[in-house]
């Protein structure tokens, strides 16, 4: 098995796909964005770059969605703790795997210590069927604004 890598911004590291991000204006390349209210190190996230957006209650779901094949994922994303409590920087994800829904979720409140957090794992899979899957992030809550900062994926 050989690990493998998939970049917001460069895609899969073998096959060359891009991620596809729903809906495409809702979202943001962060490292060159002037508009987002975070502005994480862009050394430290993977390549530089990241994937930025912010879903309020009432929004059309945001997604990110690709396609891997092989036995386990590994989702990462940037976590903003701001101490602005303007800025929306709740994490509320859900994900699905194959057009099924999982049971997992991702949820994160700042602690308003205005550190970014790295690599944070936001989803983790084993034991996959080694076959073609695709794989759904989506902020999508009705009851709380989130924000989703996607950094990479790594599957086997």
């Known amino acids: 098995m050989e690990t493998r890598f998939i970049d917001d911004q460069f895609g899969d590291s073998v096959t060359g796909a891009i991620p596809n991000y729903s809906p495409a204006n809702s979202w943001a390349q962060g490292s060159e964005c002037t508009g987002c209210g975070f502005h994480p190190n862009s050394t430290q996230a993977?390549?530089?770059?990241?994937?930025?957006?912010?879903?309020h209650t009432t929004d059309q779901t945001r997604s990110v969605q690709f396609g891997f094949t092989g036995t386990s994922l590994d989702v990462f994303c940037i976590i903003p703790n701001p101490s602005n409590p303007t800025l929306t920087s709740t994490y509320n994800l859900t994900f699905e795997l194959d057009d099924q829904p999982l049971q997992q979720t991702f949820t994160h409140i700042s602690n308003s210590s205005n550190v970014f957090q790295f690599n944070v794992t936001v989803l983790s899979l084993s034991n996959l069927s080694l076959s073609s899957h695709v794989f759904t992030m989506l902020a999508a809550s009705t009851f709380v604004d989130s924000t989703?900062?996607?950094?990479?994926?790594?599957y086997t």
């Open 46 to 55: 993977f390549n530089q770059t990241w994937h930025d957006t912010t879903h």
């Open 148 to 154: 989703l900062q996607f950094d990479y994926a790594m």
